[in-house]
């Protein structure tokens, strides 16, 4: 997307919510805001690591709200699909926002070894082999 010329950011979900509880304290949030709603792309990184609390339920719908049908949002967890709205902390407010989420969205599950703990077998095959003439 970058490539292509569009305005693409990339926020991890904590820092993006805790931005946005910043905001609500100094009256800077409709600018906060307009900042995770205006890019083509919004990338958002590790949702649903941690609960949604206070007004962070509502500050995730509000995004999503904002960019439906008008940008492109990209969200990585470890979450399965079924597990978010759980996050939201009310059913209907969690309806609202998958239903917007995931109405024409591409849902991708990876699932495997993790690339940064991968299994024994698989890190002694890829371990560089010392030889012994080298080592000494």
Do not use: W
Not at 120 to 127: G, L, P, V
């Amino acid at each position: 997307a970058c490539r292509t010329g569009h305005a693409v950011l990339y926020v991890t979900a904590q820092d993006l919510l805790k931005q946005l509880r910043a905001a609500r304290a100094d009256s800077s949030y409709d600018r906060r805001l307009l900042r995770f709603t205006s890019p083509d792309l919004l990338i958002i990184d590790d949702l649903g690591l941690r609960p949604l609390s206070g007004d962070e339920p509502i500050d995730l719908y509000e995004i999503i709200r904002q960019r439906y049908e008008r940008a492109s949002t990209l969200l990585t967890s470890n979450r399965a699909v079924e597990e978010l709205p759980a996050l939201f902390g009310d059913a209907l407010l969690a309806s609202a926002a998958m239903d917007r989420l995931l109405h024409g969205a591409h849902v991708l599950v990876l699932d495997g070894d993790s690339f940064r703990n991968p299994p024994a077998d698989r890190s002694r095959r890829s371990a560089p082999k010392v030889h012994k003439e080298a080592a000494r």
